[in-house]
């Protein structure tokens, strides 16, 4: 039975691949018994990017324009699309004026700048003839002519013109001439010829449009120039300066468009620069920021290109110059309007000076004010008697503040913000208010005390027979020094105008208070003479006077010839500390004071070898002891005094000024004191006088009652009615 079967089923197969065979694959049987195709297409058998073609019994797959089949095939019916990459496969589908930007499928053409803008195939992107289609003064200027080319075009400009090496640039005037130095920078001032020679050829040569100038080199040759100047001695007066301020501007504005980075750094060991440079033929927008190790601008593109015809480019620069304000610290007298409670302060300069440069030729009066913060020289936070101001150095060789404002100010910073930029140099002014009315007073007050104190000690030792002598004499003559150098500097300390006046008034304080001191070295001398030797203790009174007077003259002498412009300042009649004549005084002093040290150890220990002697003198002893004593005080009172006085006419505070002054004071009330009111003798002298007086008083008052009858009968009847006065 099973096998029955299994014959049955093969032949039912049997039957089933004879139909099969009889239509065949891609066909199949109709009801008619005919093969009919089948549409393969419409099961999506080919996939993406592709297109089915049906064909009886069968189909094939074509790719779509711009893919392609992996296995490179044509026709084909199992594979797969990929797009072609017409720009790698054809490197001429777009040509030569055209950028080839791949697409999925397909691809673009994007034609080189100067050329039309066509997105075709191949050698539809021709060259546009700028000259032709847009105003050429627009392109290149008034004085500049433009010459087409392939896919550009040149300007050439006319001779005094150039566009600094930028073939598409308007042509800027040149301005040589301004490296002549005419009527500008000082021609005494070193090395500042040869900046103006090598600008002025550098410029000319901009003229010929075949010479190509290299910036980078341009600026290295520039601030080496400039190093030569800045060196220590060189710059002496305000118009040198202004004449290397003025001189280094030019420059920059000539080296500027010529530097091929948008940005430019040089550091040297006497300037720090940072430029910035923009080109193309809209002017720039957007913030600018410079900054170095002492200050930092902030500006914007619009204020560096100005609002003018714009020449293609803009320049901002940012120039730190190290170790220029030592040099600048003068010439303050335009500073006014800047008076607290009254006083006019004193300035000093208190950051590195810094130059600001921008291509805007119109910058007296800049669109948006330009912010610059400048580091202090020391870290001082404001205070009543310590302010900051912004000033520039303007064009006359002088600081002025008109259209500089303070921003913001720390202990180590202030921000200023300027309107303009004449000189294109801002920096930071301090000035210190310690002339307040009640130091005034004082001064006033106390020095007036003094005078007054040496007039009585002037003529006690002038007059006071008891008391003459070699040391007597010292202490008259230091008196009469003393008083004169007071007087003085009570009425002309602070009278710097005129200046001739001013000069004269500070060589007398110089020759005065040297007298003080050599005298005050004499009276050491006379008292170690005194305890050392036996005999001829004294010094003869020529010797005195030419030590005593002589030696200060000598010294106000040499100090006149070798720095005549040191006696005077913009604040005091008095040395400057510029150039070290301070030390004309300062370096005696600290001699003298040396050396009278010395005298006095010696003259105590000597004096204490004495007094434990077998048969000392006990009353001459003490007598020089009191003497010793007295000069050991008046020593450390005016050398202290000048401890404080080296402060107050440099940079002195409120509380050294009154310090110094008070010291001032106390030394006629001192010299009063201590040698007249402490002195046994001078005491008896004072009081035979004021008997002398008194007694005299009574005997013209007893005389010129005798003479009046109503007095005497009015002065018997009073004595009869009292008998007790009229017996005393």
């Not at 393969?40 to 089949?69: K, M, P, Q």
């Not at 050599?518 to 003869?540: D, K, P």
Request: with cysteine; hydrophobic share 35%.
């Amino acid at each position: 039975m099973e096998y029955w079967k299994a014959l049955l089923f093969v032949g039912l197969l049997c039957m089933l691949g004879e139909g099969l065979a009889e239509c065949g694959r891609g066909l199949s049987a109709s009801e008619s018994g005919a093969c009919d195709d089948d549409d393969e297409c419409r099961e999506e058998l080919c996939g993406n990017d592709t297109v089915c073609i049906n064909t009886y019994g069968s189909f094939h797959c074509h790719c779509l324009e711009g893919y392609a089949d992996v296995h490179r095939q044509v026709n084909f019916t199992h594979g797969q699309c990929k797009d072609i990459n017409e720009c790698r496969d054809h490197t001429d589908t777009c040509g030569h004026a055209a950028n080839c930007t791949n697409l999925i499928g397909s691809y673009k053409c994007t034609c080189h700048v100067g050329y039309t803008d066509a997105t075709s195939s191949l050698g539809n992107c021709t060259d546009i003839d700028e000259c032709k289609e847009a105003d050429k003064e627009d392109l290149c200027g008034k004085n500049g002519t433009c010459e087409n080319r392939n896919g550009t075009y040149w300007c050439t400009c006319s001779k005094g013109y150039t566009n600094y090496g930028n073939d598409r640039t308007t042509c800027s005037k040149l301005d040589c001439d301004s490296f002549n130095g005419n009527g500008g920078p000082a021609p005494s001032l070193g090395g500042l010829a040869d900046i103006l020679f090598l600008m002025r050829n550098s410029c000319l040569a901009l003229s010929d449009p075949s010479t190509a100038g290299d910036g980078k080199v341009l600026l290295k040759k520039l601030f080496t120039a400039t190093e030569a100047i800045l060196s220590p001695g060189h710059l002496d007066s305000s118009e040198d300066v202004s004449g290397l301020l003025v001189a280094v501007e030019n420059a920059i504005m000539l080296i500027g468009p010529q530097l091929k980075d948008g940005r430019t750094k040089t550091t040297t060991t006497e300037t720090d620069i940072e430029i910035a440079v923009q080109r193309g033929k809209t002017p720039p927008t957007g913030p600018i920021h410079l900054t170095n190790d002492n200050a930092a601008l902030d500006t914007d593109w619009t204020t560096a290109a100005g609002m003018e015809s714009y020449p293609g480019f803009a320049l901002a620069a940012l120039l730190s110059y190290k170790n220029l304000e030592t040099t600048l610290n003068r010439s303050f007298d335009g500073l006014t309007g800047h008076e607290k409670d009254g006083v006019s302060p004193s300035f000093q300069i208190s950051s590195k000076l810094v130059s600001v440069v921008v291509s805007n030729p119109s910058t007296q009066n800049l669109s948006s004010p330009v912010n610059i913060t400048l580091r202090h020289l020391q870290d001082n936070v404001e205070s009543a008697q310590l302010s900051y101001i912004c000033a520039y150095w303007n064009e006359s060789g002088a600081w002025s503040t008109d259209g500089c404002y303070q921003l913001q100010s720390t202990a180590t910073h202030t921000v200023c913000t300027c309107q303009h930029l004449s000189s294109f140099a801002v920096l930071m002014a301090l000035y210190d208010m310690e002339h307040t009315f009640g130091l005034q007073l004082v001064t006033k007050i106390g020095l007036t005390i003094s005078l007054l104190c040496l007039v009585l000690c002037i003529l006690t030792f002038k007059f006071c027979r008891s008391i003459q002598g070699t040391r007597t004499t010292i202490h008259l003559h230091l008196c009469v020094c003393l008083f004169m150098a007071d007087l003085i500097f009570l009425a002309g300390i602070s009278q710097t105008k005129p200046v001739g006046g001013c000069r004269f008034v500070a060589a007398l304080l110089h020759y005065f208070f040297l007298g003080v001191f050599t005298w005050m070295l004499l009276e050491g001398v006379q008292l170690y003479r005194m305890v050392v030797l036996v005999f001829n203790a004294s010094i003869g009174p020529l010797y005195l006077f030419l030590t005593g007077y002589g030696t200060p003259l000598l010294i106000v002498a040499i100090s006149a010839i070798i720095r005549p412009n040191g006696y005077g300042t913009d604040h005091y009649c008095w040395l400057s500390l510029e150039h070290g004549l301070v030390w004309s005084f300062y370096s005696p002093v600290c001699f003298i004071i040396i050396l009278n040290v010395f005298f006095f150890i010696i003259t105590v220990w000597k004096l204490a070898l004495k007094f434990t002697s077998l048969n000392p003198d006990l009353s001459k002893l003490h007598k020089i002891k009191a003497f010793t004593v007295t000069a050991i005080a008046q020593m450390c009172i005016l050398g202290l005094m000048w401890v404080f006085g080296a402060f107050l006419f440099e940079e002195g505070t409120t509380v050294e000024a009154y310090i110094f002054t008070i010291l001032n004071s106390l030394q006629g009330a001192l010299v009063f004191i201590m040698h007249c009111l402490l002195s046994k003798q001078v005491r008896d002298e004072y009081a035979h006088f004021l008997s002398c007086v008194c007694t005299s008083q009574k005997k013209r008052y007893s005389d010129l009652s005798s003479t009046n009858p109503s007095s005497s009968q009015s002065q018997g009847s009073r004595s009869g009615q009292n008998t007790g006065e009229s017996k005393i």
